[in-house]
């Protein structure tokens, strides 16, 4: 059974950074795999933040995360990273990883597109 873990988050100031992780389990990453971060506040839906595929390593990046965040893989650790900094309030969200183990073409940026999803981990930015 895949499961996916969140950890990382926590509170922080503005323009601070902070790094989430998320390790999967029962399963090793495939070369056919998207891994993507979205992340969620109270009444609005989930958003896409980053993608990475696992075979050759492309990055995706939602605007508002663009020159500000990174995603990266640990093939050895069968993990993902998302490196945030020049965090804003706007920021603040419950970020969650999700796998995709399709073999054919989904969108990155779409929750549809992914078979698992983590708990989450709350991200606290403070003005």
């Known amino acids: 059974q895949v499961q996916l873990t969140e950890s990382g988050g926590g509170l922080v100031q503005t323009g601070g950074s902070l790094r989430v992780s998320c390790a999967a389990s029962g399963r090793t990453f495939s070369n056919y795999d998207m891994v993507g971060w979205f992340r969620q506040v109270p009444g609005k839906e989930r958003e896409f933040v980053a993608g990475?595929?696992?075979?050759?390593?492309?990055?995706y990046y939602a605007d508002s995360a663009k020159g500000r965040f990174t995603i990266s893989r640990d093939n050895a650790k069968n993990a993902v990273y998302l490196q945030m900094n020049s965090l804003k309030p706007e920021d603040t969200a419950v970020y969650y990883c999700a796998l995709s183990i399709a073999r054919t073409y989904r969108p990155v940026s779409v929750v549809s597109s992914y078979d698992y999803w983590g708990q989450g981990t709350q991200v606290t930015v403070s003005s």
């Open positions: 990475i595929s696992w075979s050759g390593g492309d990055t």
